[in-house]
Nanobody, 128 residues
Framework: QVQLVESGGGSVQAGGSLTLSCKIS????????LGWFRQAPGKEREGVAK????????YLADSVRGRFTISRDSAKNLLYLQMNSLKPEDSAMYYC?????????????????????WGQGTQVTVSS
């Protein structure tokens, strides 16, 4: 069973930076998609960034492209989300998520239902 544990959230002023981490355990398959989602109060959960387990390349939502970077340390089983130039509209609960066996992130889109394992979330608050 895949387990995901996020950390690194907090409060920051607009223009600041934060790095979120996600510790991954229990993943026994080599082809998968890992993603970061966020959900603000009263809004739907939205995909922010994702990367494939067995192919290069990352995917970023238009709203964060140029400001956020997704990366991983396979040796440490960690997934990261580096967030720069933060805006108040980036405030949300951020979740790490993983799919089941898929060839790449290209086949799963940004649909949360396609991700079967979720962390508990870490709160990011950006003040103006």
């Amino acid at each position: 069973q895949v387990q995901l544990v996020e950390s690194g959230g907090g409060s920051v002023q607009a223009g600041g930076s934060l790095t979120l981490s996600c510790k991954i355990s229990g993943m026994t398959y080599s082809r998968y998609c890992l993603g970061w989602f966020r959900q603000a109060p009263g809004k739907e959960r939205e995909g922010v960034a994702k990367l494939s387990g067995a192919s290069p390349g990352t995917y970023l939502a238009d709203s964060v492209r140029g400001r956020f970077t997704i990366s991983r340390d396979s040796a440490k089983n960690l997934l990261y989300l580096q967030m720069n130039s933060l805006k108040p509209e980036d405030s949300a609960m951020y979740y790490c998520a993983a799919t089941g066996y898929v060839h790449s992130c290209g086949v799963v889109g940004w649909t949360p239902d396609n991700f079967i394992s979720w962390g508990q979330g870490t709160q990011v608050t950006v003040s103006s």
